[in-house]
Structure formats: C-alpha cells, structure tokens
C-alpha cells in the first residue's frame, strides 16, 4: 500500500470522526471496483463520507438526490435539439462522475433505481443509440434509509447484489461525538485538506488490487462459507457465485490496504459482514438476527481448512 | 482436528473397571481358588482406588504385585502355557492392567484385552446361556469404546448402546456369512488335547446299587430326534453296553475275554435318528436297540454294541439307523460258553429252584417264561431303596429280601438262566426317555438308567428279556417318579396328571431344553461334514474341500485385500508439512491454555496469544509469518516448510510466564 492510501484514511478519519473502520471498508470497496451502499438513518455521515473520499482521492463528484419523481434521464442526461447544428446534442446528467452520491436511493421509484444501477453494472451508458463510457475509475455510493421507513421502494434483491458492500455509518462513540460537535466544520476543513491521490494513481492501485495473491486453501475457506449458506436451514437463499466473487475481490483489497500481497482468511472475515450481510436472506429463528451478529455466527461455525 | 485430553473421568474408569470385571467374572470358575481370590483381591483394590486415590498403587508395588500374580500363576499351574494356565495368566495380567489403568491408552488396551478375553470363555463353555453373556458383555464393551471416543460425553446413558446395536446390527450379516462359509477345523479349537469333564452315566462294572445312585439324577444322559416316526415306550430300550461276567458279586467283562471284533449288519433299520449325546467318557455309545450301522460309521462290535475309538470326551452329534423288528442271530465262536459261566457262589436254593423250571417245560422259551411268571407271582417289590446285599447279593435278593431294582432282577435272572443251561447275559442302557413336544425329540436322563437281559434261543436268535417288566410293568411304560420313600417301599410312577403349574413348569423346562439343543446342534455342531453338505446344496459338489476352502478364504480376501489397499491410497493423501507443523504449533500454544478456535486464523491468533504471552512474540511472529507465507502465499518453497518445522520443534515455551 502506498503512503497515499494511508494518509487518506487518516485524513478522512479526522473528518469523520471515530470511523476509521467505515472509511477503511468504503477504501476496500472502491479498490476492489465495487459499489458501495450505506444504509442509515439521516445524519450520520454518509454524504459526509462520499465527498470526503472523492476529495482525498482527486475524483470529481457528483450527488444525485433520489426523489419518488426522479426520472432516468435526470440520472443519464437527455438528448437536447440544437437549433443551429440542426441535430440532437446529449446532455450528460450526473452520472458523468467519477464519485456519484446516490442519496436516498430507495426513495425512488424502481424505474428511476433502475437507471442507476445498469450503468453501475455496465459502466456506460445508451441512449438514444449511442453509447457512451462513463468516467474512469467510477464508483456509486448510494444510501439508503432502513426499508421500514416511510415512503420507500425497498432495492430486490437482484439490485442489492450489484453493490459489492452494504455498510451502516452508526452514530459516534461518546469521546468521537464530543470533538465532533466541539469542532469546527468539517466541510471546510475537508476543503482545506490536500488531495493525496490522483485518478491515475488510483487506477494503479486498482490493478495491484487485482494480482494479490489468493491460495487454494483460501478458495476452499471461501467455498466451505459459501455451501454452508447454502446447505444451513437458516437461510431462505444460500449466496451466489457472484457473491463468492465479490468476497475474494473485497478480500484483496482489505489485503492489500493491510500492506500485504496475499489474502488470509482475516481479510476475508473482516469484509465479510459488509460483503453478504445484504445478500443474505434468513429464514426461520435466524430471522431476527441482523446482517452483522447472523456473519459472525456464520463464521463461528465455519472452521478454517 | 479437535483430539479429547488424555485423562479419563471418574465414570469412565469405573465403567472400564466394570467391563473388564463382567468379561473375567466367569473364568474365576476356572481357576483355582488362590487366582479367583488373587482376581477379586484386585478387583475390589482397583475399585477402592477409584473411589480414595491414595490407594492407587505407585510404580514399584504394581511392579511386585505383577511379579507375585505370575509367581501365584507359575505355583498353581507349574506351567505358563496351555489352555489353563494361559488362561489364568491372561486373566491375572488384565486384572492388573485394570489396576494401573490412567490415561487413555491404557483404556484402549484395556478394553481390547477383554475382547480377547472373552473369546477365551468358549474354551471352557459353549452353551447358549455363555454366549449369550458374553454378548452382552461384548456390547457393554463397544458402548464404552464409543462413548470414550467421544468429545462430549453422550447426552444419555442409552445413546452409545443405541450405536453400538447399530454396529452390531451391520456386523451381524458378515458375521452369518463367514460362520456358513468360512473353512471350518475338522475339530473345533477346543478340542484339541483339552479334557473336559462332563458328568459319567453308567460304568463298564456293575456293583448292586450302581444305578440306583444313578437313578437319583436328573442329568441329561443323550437326546434323541427321530427322523422316523418314534417306536412306543415300551420299545425304546437304548442300548449301551453288554455285560458277561461276573465274579459272584458284580458284574463286569474280563479284559481278557474281549474280544474287538466288529460287524457289518446287513439289516435295514427302519428306525432312523439322530443322538446328541453329552459325554459320558466312555467308548461306547448309546443306540436304540438294535443299532444296525451310522453315518458317522463308528464300529459295531460283536455283542451289537456301537463303539468309538476315543472315550466321549465332550458332547458328540451322531446319526444311527436300529431295527426293532428284526432278530439278532450274532453268534461268535466262544460266546456261548461266555454266557453260561457261573460264579463260585451259586447256592443250592438257586439250583433247585431252575430244577423245578426245567421239570416243567419243555423248551427253553418256556423256561424263559417260568421264570418271568416266578417273578410276577413271588411277593418281588420293585424299589429304588433296596436293602443292601452284601455277602451274596443274588441269593439275598431272590428269597430272602425279594426287594430290588432293575439291576437285581436282571443280575439274577440272567444267573438263573445260566442254572438252566440257557445263554444269557446283561445290557445296561437306559429305557423310555421324555418327550419334548416343542423340539420333537427324547431326553434321556440318568434316571432312565435300566439294565435288562438277552437270551440265546435257537429258534429266535437273541432276544430280549426285562425281568423288571414282569415285576412292575409300569417302570417300562411310565417314567419314575423322582420320590424317593422310605427304605423297600414300592417305588411310585409318574403319571401323565401333572396340575396346572407343574405342566406349564415341564413346558417352560422343554423350552429350555429345546432352546439348548437347538444351539448345541446347529451352532455349536456345524461342522465340517455340514458346512460341505450345505455347499453340496449349492451346487458346489465339484470341489474338493482344499479347493473349497481355498476359495472361501480368497473370497474374504480379495474385498479385504481392497479395503486394505484403499485405505494405504488415502492415506497417501498426507496432509502439508506446514499444516502438520503449525497444528503442532498450536498444541504447543493449546498446552499454555491458549488453544486456537477452529475458525480463527493465523494472525489472529497470533495477535491473541502475543497478548497473552508477551514473552513469546519473537517466536510466534517467526512461525506464523512462515506459516502464513507458505499456506497462503504464492509459490511455496518446500525447504521453507522444513524449515517451519524445524522453528516448531525448537518452540518450546515454559509454562509459566516470566516473573509470574
């Protein structure tokens, strides 16, 4: 890991307060080219966080606030009929950023979440049959109120599944609040802050991300997790390979912020929660267990190979 | 993989102490008295060393108690070796393995010696009721393995016997298998130069009052199981042995008189059937008169008497074919003239009494026939308490006491008969016998012990006389009551009119018996001759035993041979080095009571144990980057796992912490 990433989860540390652990996962998150969800309550920091990453890391950035009459090209952009060039001229929306907020995301209606979510998987866009690339690198954060709250399209499951991690900000600890509220503001002292990093760079890390060494033994851990969900009658649906993917992809990168060049199974522990808490469904006496407390059992039960 | 810690609870050492006790238990029938004291003398040490553990002995008194237990042996039996003293050396040795049983192992030993020690119990017993203990006390033994192989004790008392019937569920198929079709011994294991004792019946000399102790036994002589339809009781007269001479007081053969002669009879005998006789030690063999040939083609002597080479030294299975039909015209050269000597005591009475016989008849049969009506007519009594004969038993019995037993009325007819100048001489054997309805056969009992005559009349050949039939006719049809009276008073018959509870008390006993010697012939019995008979069955008539056998045993080699093979080939799926390496790392660590979690990785591990031992950092950093570099790294190096080793083995970390 370069002096970079290390100073940026320093310096967003001393944003967001106490939350070394968030900042560090959404860090994950974004190496390992994954979507990120945060899903809490208002005021807790998750706009907070999203441009503090975007401004540590040299990402331009964009927030989309996700209303019940948000349509899909207030999202991608519209075509416009230029008069003097006599054609139609494309408008890029906001999802022309390299960091998009996506805020309240559930707020919106399926068709709107939609929109977001295709470009999300394909990282490009096609309207009007043209297609065009979205910025590089590209990463969604999107959040959203818990589901049982009012006037909410709950994410399916099949959209939940795009996003590499779902985490919760939570409130600070008491010590963490106090110099949060004592402070000044956070905003400005983000703008004072420089930029670590530039896109290139990130790129770079991104691709070392990618040759972190995964062993047998760590693939057999990863497939035991995998068929124990499957095969435990606590669960509704065991997880998909895709999961299986996403695990050792956000393992690597938790490897690799930790400065190593190959994977054990901490790293996959630790980004397991955050990993398969949302794509997870219970059944049963498990059902009132959350997504955090149900991965640890998980893991309880699982020994290592 | 999680292994339990090598000791033992409280309640395992006891159940192992109580296995082992119930395996032993019935070998201290066996043994002579100073081992069965020595055996319970350590049995009850080792149970209050359970309960006060001071008393557990240390190294140097086991030591000597093991050194006096052989020397106790050694004093018993002047040997060590051979069924006997093997047994009670084996016996001696397991209890005191009992007594310094601690860890684990010494439990596995342990129980497996008892398994050994079992089979043993069938050299000395093979009756139904043995193995059916035996089982159970097998059963007891593999709950115990199970529940000790487990690492949490079984949430019921029940649940390691439900396993182990499992077990012995799948086991009982195979073991069918192999009984059926597993080459047998031509003799059993047990046989082999082992004497068994077994209770004696009637001997080759008859002295007054022989079969009258006898008659007081209920034991089990020989049972019958006919093929053919029974003959009626007066016609079950089983023949044992034939008696010539006599000295004037008893009656014996002179060793010098027999003669081995053997016969071919060429008689049908429409009787066919099957004895299963228990031992007797003695040569002769017990058939419904007259026996005609065997299968077992043991030799028919002269006097029609069915003979083996070796005395009956434990219970013996044989198939006969008699004729109750036809005549025995069997005459030798000298016999005659052997049934017709005298004793030096024949008194005057005796003369004259056969004189007015002779006076009145005019043929031999009819000289038979006053005898037999003399008999009726005198006052004779028929008693199993007669008084005793001394000087001249014959001539005491016929006119003075006229009280008597089969044996008198045969002796002295037999000797008057001989007066008369007809050819006479004595069978004993046994006469009746019990019907069990449930097992559809006869069980002759010593009380059914019976001595009888056979005359020589040229026209008939020879022919059998009961002089007890003309006296109490019922002895023949029913069976002795087993009451004795007072002395000389008439002995009473038993009747079919049992009650309620003694006719259900009969049949219960019948079960038994039945049940008993079902066992003895099917199990115990299958033999050789059956195991091939049975194969004939099959279709398996073209091989010769040696073939047969070979290719049972091929049969149960070859899958075993797989098996075997299988399991080397698993085997060689060995673990990596650098796991076997840190396992023995984390037991090491497991010993200091910091055992990994079976889902916590190397670091954290690492991490923890750090925390608990900051003393060991180096070595454990050390060992877990190597190990983490090799399990989980790219492009393990194999010198590297040795070397990972090789920092386990020099890991070696005090128990304690330092300056604690």
Redesign the interface.
């Known amino acids: 890991m370069g002096p970079e990433l290390a100073e940026a989860i320093k310096a967003a540390g001393n944003i967001l307060l106490g939350k070394q652990e968030v900042v560090k996962l959404s860090l994950t998150c974004l190496l390992a080219r994954g979507h990120l969800l945060i899903e809490d309550v208002p005021g807790v920091g998750k706009t907070t966080l999203a441009h503090t990453l975007a401004h540590l890391l040299g990402l331009n950035y964009q927030r989309i606030q996700f209303t019940s009459d948000l349509l899909p090209s207030d999202i991608i952009g519209v075509s416009v009929f230029d008069t003097n060039q006599q054609n139609f001229q494309f408008h890029r929306g906001p999802i022309f950023a390299q960091v998009v907020l996506a805020d309240e995301i559930n707020r919106a209606t399926p068709k709107a979440q939609s929109a977001l979510l295709e470009a999300m998987e394909e990282r490009q866009v096609t309207t009007d049959g043209a297609t065009y690339n979205l910025p590089e690198p590209f990463f969604v954060i999107a959040t959203q109120n818990p589901s049982h709250q009012v006037g909410t399209f709950p994410l399916p499951e099949s959209q939940l599944d795009r996003f590499l991690m779902r985490i919760s900000i939570g409130y600070p600890g008491r010590s963490a609040e106090r110099d949060l509220l004592a402070g000044g503001d956070r905003r400005a002292a983000l703008e004072d802050h420089p930029v670590v990093l530039d896109s290139q760079q990130l790129s770079e890390y991104q691709q070392q991300v990618a040759k972190v ?1 995964v ?1 047998d ?2 693939i057999e851990y990863c497939q035991d997790i995998l068929a124990h969900t499957r095969n435990m009658p606590d669960y509704r649906l065991g997880l998909s390979p895709r999961a299986g993917l996403a695990m050792l992809q956000a393992a690597r990168a938790w490897a690799f912020l930790e400065d190593r ?6 790293d996959l ?1 630790a980004i397991l929660p955050a990993t398969i808490g949302h794509r997870l469904q219970t059944s049963g006496e498990k059902m009132s267990v959350s997504g955090d407390g149900l991965v640890k059992d998980l ?6 190979p | 993989m999680q292994i339990a810690d090598h000791t033992l609870t409280a309640r395992q050492h006891l159940l192992v102490s109580l296995c082992a006790g119930l395996a032993i238990a019935p070998h201290t029938l066996h043994v002579p008295l100073p081992i069965s004291l020595f055996l319970i003398f350590l049995f009850v040490w080792r149970l209050t060393a359970l309960r006060y553990p001071q008393f557990q002995p240390g190294r140097w008194l086991l030591v000597l108690t093991t050194l006096g237990g052989v020397i106790l042996t050694f004093s018993q039996y002047h040997t060590l070796i051979g069924r006997d003293a093997g047994v009670g050396l084996l016996t001696v040795m397991m209890m005191l393995k009992i007594l310094e049983v601690r860890r684990r192992q010494d439990l596995y030993v342990a129980v497996f010696i008892s398994y050994f020690v079992i089979i043993t119990h069938f050299l000395f017993d093979q009756s139904m009721v043995m193995a059916l203990y035996l089982f159970s006390v097998m059963v007891c033994l593999t709950a115990l393995l199970i529940e000790i192989n487990r690492i949490k004790p079984s949430a019921t008392t029940l649940e390691p016997f439900v396993r182990t019937g499992i077990i012995t569920l799948q086991a009982i198929p195979i073991a069918i298998v192999l009984f059926v079709i597993f080459p047998r011994l031509s003799q059993p294991l047990w046989n082999l130069g082992i004497g068994s004792s077994g209770t004696t019946g009637l001997s080759d000399r008859m002295t007054p009052g022989q079969i009258a102790e006898l008659i007081e036994s209920p034991e089990v002589a020989f049972r019958v199981s006919f093929d053919t339809e029974a003959p009626a009781a007066e016609q079950r007269y089983w023949r044992g042995l034939v008696i010539w001479d006599t000295d004037g007081h008893s009656w014996f053969n002179r060793k010098d008189q027999v003669r081995e002669r053997h016969m071919q009879l060429k008689a049908h005998g429409e009787h066919s059937y099957e004895v299963f006789l228990e031992a007797h030690q003695q040569r002769w063999l017990y058939a419904l008169d007259i026996p005609v040939s065997s299968k077992q083609r043991f030799r028919l002597s002269q006097d029609l008497i069915l003979q083996r080479r070796e005395p009956v030294r434990r219970s013996l299975t044989y198939q006969v074919r008699s004729t109750t039909e036809q005549q025995n015209k069997v005459v030798m050269p000298g016999m005659l003239q052997r049934a017709l000597e005298l004793p030096d005591n024949v008194t005057q009475r005796q003369f004259e009494l056969v004189e007015g016989w002779r006076a009145n008849a005019k043929s031999p049969r009819e000289i038979v026939e006053l005898a037999l009506s003399h008999f009726n007519k005198q006052p004779f009594v028929y008693t199993l308490t007669p008084p005793r004969y001394l000087d001249n038993p014959i001539d005491q019995f016929l006119f003075d006491a006229q009280e008597g037993f089969c044996e008198h009325y045969a002796t002295s007819f037999t000797q008057l008969m001989r007066i008369a100048g007809i050819p006479t001489r004595l069978v004993l054997g046994y006469q009746g016998g019990e019907y069990n309805e449930l097992g559809d056969y006869f069980i002759i009992r010593q009380y059914d012990a019976h001595a009888w005559t056979e005359v020589w009349l040229e026209e008939s050949g020879w022919l059998r006389v009961d002089p007890t039939a003309a006296v109490a006719p019922e002895r023949i049809r029913f069976q002795l009551r087993n009451d004795f009276g007072t002395e000389g008073s008439p002995a009473m018959f038993q009747l079919d009119e049992l009650g309620l509870v003694g006719s259900s008390l009969r049949r219960f006993a019948h079960m038994l018996d039945n049940a008993n010697i079902q066992w003895r012939r099917w199990i115990i019995g299958y033999s050789r001759e059956h195991q091939f008979s049975l194969m004939r069955n099959f279709g398996f008539d073209t091989l010769t035993p040696l073939q047969w056998s070979l290719i049972t045993i091929g049969l149960i080699a070859i899958p075993l041979m797989l098996v075997a093979l299988r399991l080397v080939l698993s085997g060689r799926k060995q673990p990596l080095p650098e796991i076997i390496a840190y396992e023995r790392f984390c037991k090491k660590l497991a010993r200091l009571g910091i055992s990994r ?8 591990y690492a991490k923890r144990a750090i925390g608990e031992r900051p003393d060991l950092t180096a070595p454990i950093s050390r060992i877990t980057a190597l190990y ?2 090799l ?4 492009n393990a190096d194999k010198s590297q796992s040795k070397k990972l080793l090789q920092q386990v083995r020099q890991f070696r970390p005090g128990r304690q912490k330092p300056g604690t």
């Open positions: 060494h062993a033994a760590l060049d190959l994977v054990l199974p901490e522990q893991l309880n039960k699982i020994p290592l | 979690k079976t889902y916590e990785g190397p670091m954290d983490i570099k399990r989980y790294g790219p």
